[in-house]
């Protein structure tokens, strides 16, 4: 038996799990329909972008509510999963979903899938016969993903960066290095039966300010982890930045150097896709502004390329929206994707030029590293500070990057801590910055970066 | 001169912590950043371990309440009369009156209360309250 396989068998035999059978799993993802894999959509649907919500309830009543809602609209289904299910904690995920279920009152925040099980779950899923995407948060999900793909859940969101530093304080970020590394194993085993599982990583991290090219270092460096263990389908994704002009040159620079890293590492047959995220920062509590905010993103999705959008909606400032405002944002976010065919090219050599270059000078550094292994030298690069996440709660952050917008509202680097990119790339940085000469003058801009879209 | 910030509790508000921080270094102060999460005693530590002059916690989801009723315990027993203790950000759990939130925290032991002033208004007062203690500006 495999080590692989030994280390599975511990982790499905969970008090939690009703009878893990690995044979019948497999058979079942072997014959499972090619539309529950987005793999497959983005192959055959070259031109569109898919749209995927957000979403995930705890009974398993409104999560099939949900879908029935999302089923016209939607090319993808979300499935968000609860926060106690994120800590592993599933004895509290199961008392409340009980009490989800006797008081008729959402007590989780997302589907608690451990609790339900894959055989249950399998209904849903397959009844509804769309791709279902895996949206969690959980630094070892080692268990989580085992369930999905059983459940015929065959996207799965999430990475050991972008899943510990927007999210945990504390979690020892080499352990989730370690974690995701035999989630990305598992993944690849079932990738080679039918159609691939894919990967996605989250490209928003902490969605405050965070500099281009942090994300695409960070959105390569989970993607070469990923490709390392044989994962053949992989989506790079970032979100809104709040510049229109800093979307297109992040897409173009982060499509072509996710291609260029992959060949350099030796994998040429891998499928590379771009997602965006509409405006992960705070929204307005008007409503209207919250559909122009809306369409905005709908309009720049469809200018970067976007195999697929995940959207929001009108009711994001108020809390967790409903299934009826969720599937009115997707249906308009359709509509419009639909009106913009054919959209002119964009090319901004200067800037494109000037990301292109503080990626590679980071990638440089961490290649540099001198560890034996590409996940220690992230590990390494994150612990001193190749790797700053602006506004990231994670003790192993180095916190001395700092970043304020632009006249264009260009996310401009002002501090670069101990980020390696060259002095001409800071230099150019700096040209764009204009903050006058009083002290507070920073952290006031800072402020008003943040609420740039209220 | 040395400051200890951090926010209180089981709460993960992060992008007001990181504000603090800046403002502080950009005011000239060293500052030792607990980060989110922290717990009493952890503040209390780090003050004793790095001799800071300044504690100041923060809270938002207004965990803060009840984190904080100790404070006056361990600021005897270490004998921490010489630091300045500061608390600010959302002091209560859903709407409460400054009038009443103030004077119950400087029973705690604070020596400043901010309950939803502004950051920069806030660290201003702090400043002059420095100068007035300690005789010099950081």
Redesign the interface.
């Known amino acids: 038996m495999s080590l692989l396989q030994r280390d599975r068998d511990i982790i499905l035999s969970n008090e939690y799990v009703d009878n893990f059978d690995f044979a019948e799993v497999e058979e079942f993802v072997k014959n499972a329909s090619k539309n529950l894999f987005i793999s497959h959509a983005f192959k055959n649907n070259k031109g569109k972008t898919l749209v995927q919500p957000r979403g995930g309830f705890p009974t398993y009543d409104k999560m099939h509510a949900l879908y029935e809602q999302f089923a016209p609209v939607v090319d993808v289904l979300p499935m968000t999963i609860d926060s106690h299910t994120r800590l592993n904690d599933y004895g509290s995920a199961a008392k409340m979903l009980r009490l989800s279920e006797e008081t008729e009152t959402d007590l989780l925040n997302g589907y608690p899938l451990i609790n339900h099980g894959y055989r249950t779950t399998r209904k849903m899923v397959t009844h509804f016969d769309t791709p279902v995407s895996l949206r969690h948060g959980t630094p070892d999900a080692r268990l989580l993903i085992e369930l999905a793909i059983a459940s015929g859940v065959f996207e799965i969101e999430g990475g050991p960066i972008t899943y510990i530093l927007p999210y945990s304080?504390?979690f020892p970020q080499d352990k989730a290095f370690l974690y995701w590394k035999h989630v990305e194993r598992v993944c690849a085993k079932y990738s080679t039966i039918n159609e691939p599982i894919n990967r996605e990583s989250f490209g928003p991290l902490?969605a405050?300010l965070v500099p281009p090219c942090i994300t695409i270092v960070i959105q390569i460096a989970e993607m070469l982890l990923s490709l390392e263990e044989g994962v053949k389908s992989f989506s790079v994704s970032f979100a809104q930045t709040g510049s229109l002009n800093q979307d297109l040159v992040t897409s173009k620079v982060l499509r072509k150097l996710a291609t260029k890293y992959a060949h350099k590492i030796g994998v040429t047959d891998a499928t590379i896709n771009l997602v965006y995220h509409q405006w992960m920062g705070a929204f307005p509590r008007d409503k209207f502004k919250s559909d122009s905010l809306i369409d905005a993103g709908a309009m720049i999705a469809s200018m970067v390329g976007a195999d697929k959008i995940i959207t929001k909606t009108r009711a994001e400032a108020f809390g967790i929206p409903t299934k009826e405002d969720n599937a009115q944002a997707v249906a308009n976010v359709q509509y419009t994707l639909n009106m913009l065919r054919g959209i002119p090219a964009f090319v901004d050599e200067e800037e494109e030029e000037n990301l292109t270059n503080q990626v590679d000078e980071i990638f440089e550094a961490i290649f540099n590293d001198k560890a034996d292994t590409l996940w220690r030298k992230v590990f390494n690069s994150i612990k001193n500070g190749i790797i700053d996440v602006?506004?990231?709660?994670h003790?192993i952050n180095n916190?001395e990057l700092?970043t304020v917008r632009d006249k264009q509202s260009n996310i401009r680097i002002y501090k670069k801590g101990k980020l390696p990119i060259s002095d001409k790339s800071f230099k150019y940085e700096q040209s764009k910055i204009d903050l006058g000469q009083n002290?507070?003058s920073?952290?006031?801009q800072?402020?008003k970066d943040?609420g740039v879209m209220l | 001169m040395k400051v200890v910030i951090g926010v209180v509790g089981n709460d993960?508000h992060?992008?007001a912590n990181?504000?603090i921080?800046?403002?502080l270094q950009?005011?000239g102060y060293e500052v030792f950043?607990l980060?989110?999460?922290t717990y009493l005693e952890e503040f209390i530590d780090a003050v004793i371990e790095t001799d800071a002059k300044v504690l100041l916690i923060s809270s938002l989801n207004g965990e803060a309440e009840g984190w904080c009723r100790d404070l006056l315990h361990l600021k005897t027993k270490y004998k921490l009369d010489d630091v300045i203790f500061v608390i600010g950000g959302n002091l209560s759990v859903g709407e409460g009156e400054e009038s009443q939130i103030v004077p119950q925290f400087e029973e705690y032991g604070f020596d400043l209360v901010y309950h939803q002033k502004e950051?920069?208004v806030s660290l201003d007062s702090l400043d002059q309250f420095v100068q007035e203690k300690f005789g010099v500006l950081k």
């Open positions: 304080k504390n902490t405050t602006p506004f990231s709660p003790i916190n700092i002290p507070n920073v952290v006031n800072i402020i943040i | 993960i992060v992008v990181r504000l921080d800046i403002s950009s005011r950043n980060g989110v999460n950051l920069i």
